[in-house]
């Protein structure tokens, strides 16, 4: 009967030895319940995409073919896309087409941008008038 006490205490004690222990996942005190550490919950945080140092604005006029100027700059005819330096200062775009009044746009490169444009047709030149500029009303964006 003794050596039955003496495997009983024996076992007890290893139970009590082999529970887990405060530095990992462990019995709260008192409720026999499991702790879960918080690392085992917490998601680390998507890093942020990297933000692109230019944008791109793509631009349509009718009629297509028209030139693109962005500060004066000759960019190419119409349909195009021009890649411009990220920034918070406004740019100029011309759309110019002979026989159409220059359609004038000041526009951000802050993000990717769609432009379609519609010139205006110019006046007869013995008309007396001079050539309008067009600003603003023959740009629309479109995303």
């Known amino acids: 009967m003794a050596a039955a006490g003496t495997v009983f205490v024996l076992g007890i004690?290893?139970?009590?030895?082999?529970?887990?222990?405060?530095?990992?996942?462990?019995?709260?005190?008192?409720?026999?319940a499991l702790r879960v550490p918080a690392s085992f919950w917490a998601k680390p945080e998507p890093p942020a995409?990297?933000?692109a140092s230019e944008v791109v604005f793509k631009?349509?006029?009718n009629p297509a073919g028209a030139?693109?100027?962005v500060d004066g700059v000759e960019k190419g005819p119409t349909p195009i896309e021009v890649k411009l330096p990220r920034g918070d200062q406004a740019v100029e775009l011309?759309?110019?087409?002979?026989?159409?009044?220059?359609?004038?746009?000041?526009v951000t490169p802050d993000e990717n941008q769609r432009f379609r444009v519609s010139l205006t047709r110019e006046k007869a030149k013995g008309?007396?008038?001079?050539?309008?500029?067009?600003?603003?009303?023959?740009?629309h964006r479109f995303d």
């Open 13 to 32: 004690v290893i139970v009590v030895l082999s529970m887990p222990k405060p530095n990992g996942v462990a019995l709260s005190q008192g409720t026999g």
């Open 127 to 139: 008309g007396g008038a001079a050539p309008v500029k067009q600003t603003g009303g023959g740009f």
């Open 49 to 51: 995409p990297p933000v």
């Open 67 to 69: 030139t693109l100027l």
């Open 94 to 106: 011309t759309l110019r087409r002979e026989g159409y009044a220059d359609a004038v746009e000041k």
């Open 59 to 61: 631009v349509v006029s």
